[in-house]
């Protein structure tokens, strides 16, 4: 049963943009946050940004304030993150997780399959 469906991804030349999407479904639908983690070929994963759907409060990791921003359809349980300024440093698969809202990975019950974003110099 697919809980997570992301889409947006693709090749960018730096300093380029790209907007990912997310979509929650079955038992990732309840969930109180969903979020946004991204991995790079031999590094851990690593936390982005989340957003909860109460109080639709933010967080983001230091290094993508600026760059980054999340936002969400809370009636959908959609959630989207724009990305501007691209650099090569941000390829990686990225992932949306729908759980608690945390900046840890292991707070989130539910991920999708991931999305690659390839930035080109």
């Known amino acids: 049963q697919v809980q997570l469906v992301e889409s947006g991804g693709g090749l960018v030349q730096a300093g380029g943009s790209l907007r990912l999407s997310c979509a929650a479904s079955?038992?990732?639908?309840?969930?109180?946050?969903m979020g946004w983690f991204r991995q790079a070929p031999g590094k851990e994963r690593e936390f982005l940004a989340a957003?909860?759907?109460?109080?639709?409060?933010?967080i983001y990791a230091d290094f993508v304030k600026g760059r980054f921003t999340i936002s969400g359809d809370s009636a959908r349980r959609q959630v989207y993150l724009q990305m501007n300024s691209l650099k090569p440093e941000d390829t990686a698969v990225y992932y949306c997780a729908a759980g608690r809202i945390s900046r840890v990975a292991g707070s989130y019950d539910y991920w999708g399959q991931g999305t690659q974003v390839t930035v080109s110099t």
């Open positions: 957003v909860t759907w109460s109080i639709k409060g933010t």
């Open positions: 079955g038992r990732a639908f309840s969930s109180a946050a």
